[in-house]
């Protein structure tokens, strides 16, 4: 079956910097061609943060991490990775990645914005102190 494990969490002042990884089993990753990050603050709904399609086109990122965040898929080593710079408080939540299939870059984007993933990994924390 498959499974998602994200690492790279962690605690940072603001301003600074994490790069998270998420790592897939049970399955290659030519299986997926849509590939986002979530997070989930406490007390608030899930959020899409960054979304990637293998196919066509450039990520999509959600407002507030454009220009800090970056999606991308190593396919070196198999890793999907969302590097953060410029942390601030408010990013402060449980990160999570997820994948599914698709076959068409506007049924990702539908997806990531209904947050309907087939697969997702268990989080990893991030915590921003000002």
């Known amino acids: 079956r498959v499974q998602l494990l994200e690492s790279g969490g962690g605690s940072v002042q603001a301003g600074g910097s994490l790069k998270l990884s998420c790592a897939v089993s049970g399955f290659p990753w030519s299986n997926f061609d849509c590939m986002a990050w979530f997070r989930q603050a406490p007390g608030k709904e899930r959020e899409g943060v960054a979304v990637?399609?293998?196919?066509?086109?450039?990520?999509y990122y959600v407002d507030s991490v454009r220009g800090r965040f970056t999606i991308t898929h190593d396919k070196i080593v198999d890793t999907l990775l969302l590097t953060a710079n410029s942390l601030k408080p408010e990013d402060t939540a449980m990160y999570y990645c997820?994948?599914?299939?698709?076959?068409?870059?506007?049924?990702?984007?539908?997806?990531?914005?209904?947050?309907?993933?087939?697969?997702w990994g268990q989080g990893t924390q991030v915590n921003v102190s000002s």
């Open positions: 990637t399609y293998s196919g066509s086109g450039d990520p």
């Open positions: 997820a994948v599914t299939r698709t076959s068409e870059r506007g049924v990702c984007d539908t997806y990531f914005r209904r947050a309907e993933f087939d697969y």
